[in-house]
Structures are given as structure tokens and as C-alpha cells.
């Protein structure tokens, strides 16, 4: 199993010796993680530093309008302080409750400014949906192998100069028996769009300079053959630099004798109908002299 990117977030890969700093690196992980989490989050974290204060202030006592022994009552005051609602019905009447509510008071103004942060964060983060095509395919094209990948925009929106690269990773071995892993650059019939919208089909010819010359099936799963696919791209609408990536494992998601169905039809009012569940769709190819190989399904 190449060691690059994979389709998951989480590859099966065991680090051993690696650095691990969750505490350090919490920003982005509250980025990266679901709305549900961060909100979860948060709440638990209010929650929490509430709870905290109250026992303090069971400690320090001097709060007017708590009922005895009721920690209940110093939490509802402990919340109504940092939220700085401020009811009236209790209030600190001792200087140690006097400082502790100050500190409660610069806590709060903490809590939710680092709260405020990552919701707006998450707001304005642009999200790619960008969507690959399950599989990859190899037919022939013009009489010439062709590796075709299918992408495409979900939105209504158009990404506006879209780039895209595709590396192909394989083992090899040099000559002193060492194991690798090699990356190479596969190059594209055409690698920027102006515009990319509902489907883009990014084509890379086999030829004798290609990295896949002479590749076949039983070849591409001896030799590990990965496909790494990245894009980049401005949204139309935010102007915000995006990215998206795909990973094909070429021995499981790469269809040989295949070709991507047509989506894209003409209507009688001259305009046309794009159906987008097609989008994944393949039609098999005969085999070729330049392309033999049988349609594997």
C-alpha cells in the first residue's frame, strides 16, 4: 500500500515515533471537525468552566441571594456572570466574591471570544464540492490508450481557472534491491480550465513517454499503481481559493475497457440536458490492436 494521499481521512497507515500534539493544534482541529462536535464542544466547555466557578464560590462564599448549601443557585449565578445578564436577585457582597466575579468576568469575555473565533471560522472556511468520479477508466481514444478521469462542480457556481495534477505512484526497486515508493507527474491533454462547472473529463495519452506504457492489469496490482488527483481553483461566488483531492487505487478503481457515459445530450430547443446520475456511469469499448486488453467489470 503506497504511502500518499488516500481517499480517506484516515489511512490505514501506523505512525510510530511521531510527535503528537493535540493540545497545540486544537484550532484546526475544531475546524476540521463537524458542526455538531464543535457546538458540542463549546456547550461542554461553557458548561465546565461554570461548574468550576461555582465550586469556587462555594469555597469563597459571600454571595447574597443563594440559598444555603444550594450549588445550584451559585452555578445559576456563576453563569448569569459570564454571560453578564445580571438579574439581581443574587450578587457578590464580599471582597474574595468581588474578585473571584473580576475573574469570572475576564474569563467569560475569553471563553466567548475563543467561541466567536471559531464559529465565524467555520462560516467563512469555504467548503470544495468538488466530486470525482468513482472510477477511473483506460480505452482507447483516436486509436490511442487514454486514461480519463472524470470531476466536477456541485454547486450552481463555476470555479474560475481550475487547475488540476495527477501523479501516479508505483514501488520500484532500484539497483541496490532498495524498496521505493516513486511519484511521477502524468502529463495532461490539458491541465487549467477557464471554467469548471457540472463535468470536466481530464485525459492523459499512453504513449511511449507516459509512465503507464505498456502497464496492464496484472502489472498495475503488482506494482501498487496509486493515482493521486488534486485541484485548485477560485470559487465564483466567495472569490476564495479552494482545493479538493482524490486517491485511486488503480488495482480496485480503475476500469480498463471502459469509457465514461455520456451526460451531456442536445434538447429540441437547442439548448442541453446534463444528467448528473450519469456522472459515475461507464459504457464498456471494444478491445483495439493499440488496446487488447479485455473489459475487466
Known amino acids: 500500500m503506497a504511502l500518499f494521499t488516500r481517499k480517506s481521512a484516515n489511512p490505514e497507515i501506523e505512525i510510530r515515533g511521531g510527535k503528537i500534539s493535540?493540545?497545540?493544534?486544537?484550532?484546526?482541529?475544531?475546524?476540521?471537525?463537524?458542526?455538531?462536535?464543535?457546538?458540542?464542544?463549546?456547550?461542554?466547555?461553557?458548561?465546565?468552566?461554570?461548574?468550576?466557578?461555582?465550586?469556587?464560590?462555594?469555597?469563597?462564599?459571600?454571595?447574597?441571594?443563594?440559598?444555603?448549601?444550594?450549588?445550584?443557585?451559585l452555578f445559576f449565578f456563576s453563569v448569569q456572570t459570564m454571560a453578564t445578564i445580571g438579574y439581581g436577585s443574587m450578587y457578590p457582597r464580599t471582597t474574595a466574591a468581588h474578585a473571584l466575579t473580576t475573574g469570572?468576568?475576564?474569563?467569560?469575555?475569553?471563553?466567548?471570544?475563543?467561541?466567536?473565533?471559531?464559529?465565524?471560522?467555520?462560516?467563512?472556511?469555504?467548503?470544495?464540492?468538488?466530486r470525482f468520479a468513482t472510477s477511473a477508466v483506460i480505452a482507447p481514444m483516436n486509436g490511442v490508450p487514454t486514461l480519463m478521469l472524470r470531476v466536477g462542480h456541485e454547486r450552481s457556481s463555476r470555479v474560475i481557472d481550475a487547475m488540476i495534477r495527477v501523479g501516479l505512484t508505483r514501488t520500484e526497486r532500484t539497483s541496490e534491491g532498495v524498496m521505493m515508493y516513486r511519484m511521477y507527474d502524468l502529463k495532461l491533454e490539458r491541465e487549467r480550465a477557464p471554467a469548471l462547472s457540472r463535468s470536466w473529463?481530464?485525459?492523459?495519452?499512453?504513449?511511449?513517454?507516459?509512465?503507464?506504457y505498456r502497464a496492464t492489469p496484472a502489472?498495475?496490482?503488482?506494482?501498487?499503481?496509486e493515482l493521486v488527483v488534486s485541484l485548485?481553483?477560485?470559487?465564483?461566488?466567495?472569490?476564495?481559493?479552494?482545493?479538493?483531492?482524490?486517491?485511486?487505487?488503480?488495482?480496485?478503481?480503475l476500469r480498463w475497457g471502459?469509457?465514461?457515459?455520456?451526460?451531456?445530450?442536445?434538447?429540441?430547443?437547442?439548448?442541453?440536458?446534463?444528467?448528473?446520475?450519469?456522472?459515475?456511469?461507464?459504457?464498456?469499448?471494444?478491445?483495439?490492436?493499440?488496446?487488447?486488453?479485455?473489459?475487466?467489470?
Not at 471560522?121 to 464540492?129: C, E, H, M, P
Open 104 to 130: 469570572e468576568a475576564l474569563v467569560g469575555i475569553l471563553v466567548i471570544a475563543v467561541s466567536t473565533g471559531i464559529v465565524f471560522s467555520k462560516f467563512s472556511v469555504l467548503r470544495a464540492r468538488v
Open 201 to 212: 473529463t481530464i485525459l492523459h495519452t499512453i504513449t511511449p513517454e507516459s509512465p503507464l
Open 22 to 73: 493535540i493540545a497545540g493544534d486544537w484550532y484546526h482541529l475544531m475546524l476540521r471537525a463537524p458542526w455538531w462536535a464543535d457546538l458540542l464542544a463549546i456547550a461542554a466547555g461553557f458548561l465546565m468552566v461554570n461548574v468550576l466557578f461555582a465550586l469556587a464560590y462555594s469555597v469563597v462564599g459571600g454571595i447574597a441571594g443563594v440559598r444555603e448549601g444550594s450549588f445550584g443557585d
Open 232 to 253: 485548485t481553483g477560485t470559487d465564483e461566488t466567495s472569490g476564495q481559493t479552494l482545493h479538493a483531492g482524490r486517491t485511486y487505487d488503480v488495482e480496485k478503481e
Open 258 to 297: 471502459h469509457r465514461y457515459t455520456d451526460m451531456v445530450s442536445p434538447r429540441p430547443n437547442g439548448g442541453f440536458l446534463v444528467e448528473m446520475d450519469k456522472f459515475d456511469a461507464v459504457t464498456p469499448t471494444e478491445p483495439t490492436e493499440a488496446f487488447p486488453f479485455p473489459q475487466i467489470v
Open 219 to 225: 502489472s498495475a496490482v503488482t506494482d501498487e499503481l
